[in-house]
């Protein structure tokens, strides 16, 4: 395991949001699905492209509360442009769960 030091962490933007729109993502590569998800008042909607079909769909998803790396590139994704990293773990098939803020985390605030 390579050990990062704390400035490396510090520098990560991690923020709670809520998915605000959610579409099926046919030209992805790998089966995906298109977020849109509210970063709170100081970052507003940003979108994302998320490899998660094996666990959820696109209309499960609206409303679901996630967790993102808001301060990343943006990585275009085929047609679609990915402005943040929705952050989740890989369940014993290795497809990915999401991973929730608890609830009354306010959409936008940044894990400390």
């Not at 579409?23 to 492209?49: M, N, Q, T, Y």
């Not at 769909?57 to 994704?77: E, Y």
Request: hydrophobic share 45%; charged share 25%.
């Amino acid at each position: 395991m390579d050990h990062a030091d704390f400035a490396h962490f510090a520098a990560l933007d991690i923020r709670a949001g809520t998915v605000t729109r959610a579409e099926p993502f046919p030209e992805a590569r790998r089966p995906a699905i298109k977020l849109w998800v509210d970063c709170g008042p100081e970052i507003g909607e940003r979108k994302s492209s998320a490899q998660i079909t094996a666990h959820y769909t696109p209309d499960a998803l609206v409303g679901q509360r996630v967790m993102a790396v808001v301060n990343f590139a943006p990585r275009q994704i085929g047609p679609f442009m990915s402005e943040i990293l929705v952050l989740g773990f890989p369940d014993s098939d290795g497809e990915v769960l999401l991973a929730r803020p608890e609830p009354g985390v306010a959409d936008g605030a940044r894990l400390a």
